[in-house]
């Protein structure tokens, strides 16, 4: 399933804006390395030996770099092509290119080629020239520049995703590194457009960039692009633009820096104040909100988009997958450039009657303003559609407080009426909840597994169930090559049907991949949606989000809800769905004056200063195999 993060490389003006999301839980879930897909600024930062591939020489990471933190070393060859991976629109277009070259000796002879490839846009094979190499100083890099002919200037600059470069180097045969890096536009912002760069040099534990109101980007503190100078002048238009910078904590201390330059003038040097940055335990939440003026008169100007749906209920706006606090009809205020304009349409008869559909239409600003109408466009279908396979675990042993220890009698024993009970919820809750209030793009695929018949799961000490011991007893880890999430089913109730004493009513979710649901949760019976077996699913949802996607769930996740002003039962749905409706949609508004200590008062404010939620993982997948 495809996730949604994009990286910027130092001083590269081949680069798209991007946006991602935030988050935290107090559940505790393993975190996992972020991944993250191909972007322009990699490649074009040489910054993965797998973006490219050399046909006759040898390849390898090299720590020794012009920019970013990684360049592309090759060695045992005298002729060599370098092909990049397929790249989509790039910004900073100009008429000259060039890259770094770094030659161990001075060759005595040799050049070099470049070459792009654009086939969508009319581009077939381009050779830009040959720039001889002969004397090229050792050791240190040196500009390797070519011109670029107008039609393939004016190609460029238009919308494609199929543009790649080949790089070719003739030189004697060599046993030791030849490095490259940094393959960029140079000379200056085209057509006399200002040049605008951001590098933030810090952002413990997230930082979210805002440009005239719209969330451009969410930097986290192991997001590799921190500490590089990277050109984000498509997130301006003409005059004096907003650039609202938000840090957030999730624990610990809180730190920031944030530098901008304007045609290599700086004009933002926004650093976290010592008051705020010294080292010392930050309260979670928008700590610090803040709000500069970039004044850019030779960016194209800002164009409206109104974007109307056509619908009995006003629809929620979203940007580039980025819900902005807006519902149809709405008009923002956009610099030209590529968007991915959203409407989700929903309708809700609390408990259980709801509609969700979501929409979407790429558009291209220009020079004039531009109308949307999305539903023009068919809902989109389920991207996200989570495995979940239900193993029953057919006995339970409870301590008992009162008789200080195991007792025969008090065995828990799970029915066939039981397995079948949380089937059947498991699949109401997808059908009637989930796919509804995901805007119809999320939804469950639930099995069940052969019941564990002779290895009891036991609970100790009343505080929680000893899943280590029971999977010790009976794995469970090959499950998670067919499903993306395992149920264990445990049961709390005697063969008689009573409760068992010192019941454990306890759920709860782990490692991003397991659950624990037992009887004590599936009381409403058959076919209907179990609030319960959501919550658990969700925190999986929102472990996800955090660790892998690189976003931020707000203060406290999915125990947040009355953080941000949401109770059991507000608006009259059941439970707390009303907060999961938007925690869904990534609607869930977060203000700087919230405090992870305090509850706000009811419900939720309707404009928030950040929206949070688990939208990036309904919108990109959930996929941790």
Same mark, same amino acid.
């Given at each position: 399933?495809?996730?949604?993060?994009?990286?910027?490389?130092?001083?590269?003006?081949?680069?798209?804006a991007?946006?991602? =999301?935030g988050?935290d839980?107090?559940?505790? $879930?393993?975190?996992?390395?972020?991944?993250a897909?191909?972007?322009?600024?990699?490649?074009l930062g040489?910054?993965?030996?797998?973006?490219?591939?050399?046909?006759g020489?040898?390849?390898?990471?090299?720590v020794?770099h012009?920019?970013?933190s990684?360049?592309?070393?090759?060695r045992?060859?005298?002729?060599?092509?370098? =092909?990049?991976?397929p790249l989509?629109?790039?910004? *900073?277009?100009?008429?000259?290119?060039?890259?770094?070259?770094?030659?161990?000796?001075?060759?005595?002879?040799?050049?070099?080629?470049?070459?792009?490839?654009?086939?969508?846009r009319?581009v077939?094979?381009?050779?830009?020239?040959?720039?001889?190499?002969?004397?090229?100083?050792?050791?240190t890099?040196s500009?390797?520049?070519?011109n670029?002919?107008?039609?393939?200037?004016?190609?460029?600059?238009?919308?494609?995703?199929?543009?790649?470069?080949?790089?070719?180097?003739?030189?004697p045969?060599?046993?030791?590194?030849?490095?490259?890096?940094?393959?960029?536009?140079v000379?200056?912002?085209?057509?006399?457009?200002?040049?605008?760069? #951001?590098?933030?040099?810090d952002?413990?534990?997230?930082?979210?960039?805002?440009?005239?109101?719209?969330?451009?980007?969410?930097?986290?503190?192991g997001?590799?692009?921190i500490?590089?100078?990277?050109?984000?002048?498509d997130?301006f +238009?003409?005059g004096?633009?907003d650039?609202?910078?938000?840090?957030?904590?999730?624990? +610990?201390?809180?730190?920031?820096?944030?530098?901008v330059?304007?045609?290599? =003038?700086?004009?933002?040097?926004?650093?976290?104040?010592?008051?705020?940055?010294?080292?010392q335990?930050?309260?979670?939440? $928008?700590?610090?909100?803040?709000?500069f003026?970039?004044d850019t008169?030779n960016?194209?100007?800002?164009?409206?988009?109104t974007?109307?749906?056509?619908?009995?209920?006003?629809?929620?706006?979203?940007?580039?997958?980025?819900?902005?606090?807006?519902?149809?009809p709405?008009?923002?205020?956009?610099p030209? +450039?590529?968007?991915?304009?959203?409407?989700?349409?929903?309708t809700?008869?609390?408990?259980?009657?709801?509609? *969700?559909?979501?929409?979407? =239409?790429?558009?291209?600003?220009?020079a004039?303003?531009?109308?949307?109408?999305?539903?023009?466009?068919a809902?989109?279908? $389920?991207?996200?559609?989570t495995?979940?396979?239900?193993l029953p675990?057919?006995?339970?042993?409870?301590?008992?407080?009162?008789?200080?220890?195991?007792?025969p009698?008090?065995?828990?024993? #799970?029915?066939?009426?039981?397995?079948?009970?949380?089937?059947?919820?498991?699949?109401a809750?997808?059908?009637?909840? #989930?796919?509804?209030?995901?805007?119809?793009?999320?939804?469950?695929?639930?099995?069940?597994?052969?019941?564990?018949?002779?290895?009891?799961? %036991?609970e100790?000490?009343h505080?929680?169930?000893?899943?280590?011991?029971?999977?010790s007893?009976?794995p469970?880890?090959?499950?998670l090559?067919?499903y993306?999430m395992?149920?264990?089913?445990?049961?709390?109730?005697?063969?008689?049907?009573?409760?068992?004493?010192?019941?454990?009513?306890?759920?709860?979710?782990?490692?991003?991949?397991?659950?624990?649901?037992?009887?004590?949760?599936t009381?409403a019976g058959?076919g209907?949606?179990?609030?319960?077996l959501?919550?658990?699913?969700?925190?999986?949802?929102? +472990?996800?989000?955090?660790?892998? #996607?690189?976003? %931020?769930?707000?203060?406290?996740?999915l125990?947040?809800?009355?953080?941000?002003? %949401?109770?059991?039962g507000?608006?009259?749905e059941h439970?707390?769905?009303?907060?999961?409706?938007?925690f869904?949609r990534g609607?869930?508004?977060?203000?700087?004056?919230?405090?992870p200590?305090?509850?706000?008062?009811?419900?939720?404010?309707?404009?928030?200063?950040? %929206?949070?939620?688990?939208?990036?993982?309904?919108?990109?997948?959930?996929d941790?195999?």
């Amino acid at each position: 399933m495809r996730r949604s993060r994009f990286m910027m490389t130092t001083s590269c003006a081949l680069v798209l804006a991007a946006c991602a =999301q935030g988050t935290d839980t107090e559940e505790q $879930i393993v975190d996992e390395a972020a991944q993250a897909l191909v972007t322009p600024a990699s490649v074009l930062g040489f910054e993965s030996t797998a973006d490219w591939t050399a046909s006759g020489a040898v390849k390898s990471a090299s720590v020794d770099h012009s920019q970013g933190s990684s360049a592309l070393a090759l060695r045992n060859f005298s002729f060599v092509e370098l =092909q990049s991976a397929p790249l989509t629109t790039v910004s *900073g277009v100009t008429s000259t290119i060039a890259f770094d070259l770094k030659a161990p000796v001075s060759p005595a002879f040799g050049n070099a080629q470049l070459v792009v490839n654009i086939p969508s846009r009319g581009v077939h094979t381009v050779w830009l020239g040959q720039v001889n190499l002969a004397g090229l100083p050792a050791g240190t890099f040196s500009p390797i520049s070519f011109n670029l002919p107008q039609n393939v200037v004016d190609a460029l600059s238009q919308t494609y995703s199929d543009l790649t470069f080949k790089i070719v180097l003739n030189v004697p045969y060599t046993t030791t590194d030849y490095v490259v890096d940094n393959l960029r536009f140079v000379g200056g912002a085209p057509s006399g457009h200002s040049k605008v760069e #951001l590098r933030v040099s810090d952002a413990d534990d997230r930082l979210v960039l805002w440009v005239n109101g719209l969330q451009r980007r969410m930097f986290n503190d192991g997001d590799p692009s921190i500490g590089q100078r990277i050109d984000v002048s498509d997130w301006f +238009g003409s005059g004096d633009n907003d650039l609202r910078i938000q840090s957030i904590n999730t624990g +610990g201390p809180v730190s920031y820096g944030v530098e901008v330059w304007v045609d290599d =003038q700086l004009v933002v040097n926004a650093t976290c104040p010592a008051t705020l940055c010294n080292g010392q335990e930050v309260r979670q939440g $928008i700590v610090a909100d803040r709000t500069f003026s970039v004044d850019t008169p030779n960016r194209p100007a800002l164009q409206p988009v109104t974007v109307t749906a056509t619908s009995p209920q006003p629809g929620k706006v979203y940007v580039n997958d980025v819900f902005t606090g807006h519902t149809t009809p709405a008009t923002l205020s956009l610099p030209p +450039g590529d968007y991915t304009i959203g409407v989700g349409l929903g309708t809700e008869s609390p408990p259980y009657d709801y509609t *969700g559909s979501y929409r979407e =239409q790429s558009v291209t600003v220009g020079a004039s303003p531009v109308g949307v109408d999305i539903t023009a466009n068919a809902p989109l279908g $389920i991207q996200e559609d989570t495995r979940i396979g239900i193993l029953p675990i057919r006995t339970s042993v409870n301590y008992s407080a009162s008789l200080g220890g195991a007792d025969p009698s008090n065995l828990g024993v #799970l029915s066939e009426d039981d397995i079948e009970r949380l089937l059947t919820q498991a699949r109401a809750t997808s059908a009637r909840w #989930l796919e509804p209030l995901s805007y119809g793009l999320a939804k469950w695929t639930v099995d069940v597994l052969p019941p564990v018949e002779d290895v009891p799961i %036991y609970e100790p000490n009343h505080d929680g169930w000893d899943t280590g011991r029971f999977q010790s007893e009976h794995p469970t880890a090959h499950l998670l090559s067919d499903y993306d999430m395992i149920v264990l089913f445990i049961p709390q109730h005697r063969a008689d049907g009573s409760l068992v004493d010192d019941e454990s009513n306890l759920a709860w979710a782990w490692d991003d991949r397991y659950l624990a649901i037992p009887t004590t949760y599936t009381g409403a019976g058959i076919g209907v949606p179990n609030a319960g077996l959501l919550h658990e699913v969700m925190h999986n949802y929102e +472990g996800y989000n955090r660790n892998v #996607l690189g976003s %931020y769930n707000g203060m406290h996740g999915l125990h947040g809800a009355s953080n941000h002003g %949401y109770y059991d039962g507000s608006n009259g749905e059941h439970d707390f769905v009303y907060f999961y409706r938007h925690f869904l949609r990534g609607q869930v508004a977060e203000l700087e004056a919230m405090r992870p200590d305090s509850d706000w008062p009811p419900i939720g404010p309707t404009f928030g200063s950040l %929206y949070v939620g688990v939208f990036p993982v309904l919108r990109h997948g959930f996929d941790v195999r």
